[in-house]
């Protein structure tokens, strides 16, 4: 018999922090992170960001503005500091 439950083992709160590469858009959101263990006491996560589950963070993300995929995670509170060096053309392109 199996003493597999799907309730989380713990719940951790985390903030990520995204920049956009193509159009330069920035954000930041918080997600709910629980550690489940599957039958076999592997670990797999759930998120959830606004009481809504969603993808992982960690996997392939997508712009909300311009639905691009050349997005990158920056340290939480930089999002608005990669932006605005886009803005100014900072770092400048190698041709």
Do not use: K
Request: charged share 25%; hydrophobic share 35%; net charge negative.
């Amino acid at each position: 018999m199996s003493d597999f439950r799907d309730t989380p083992l713990r719940s951790v709160e985390e903030a990520y922090a995204f920049a956009c590469l193509a159009c330069g858009h920035s954000w930041e959101q918080n997600y709910r992170i629980e550690h489940h263990l599957d039958e076999d006491n592997r670990p797999y996560f759930l998120y959830f960001a606004d009481s809504r589950r969603v993808p992982s963070p960690l996997n392939r993300l997508t712009c909300p503005q311009c639905d691009g995929h050349d997005v990158r995670i920056v340290r939480a509170g930089q999002a608005d500091s990669v932006s605005s060096a886009m803005d100014v053309g900072w770092p400048p392109l190698r041709r």
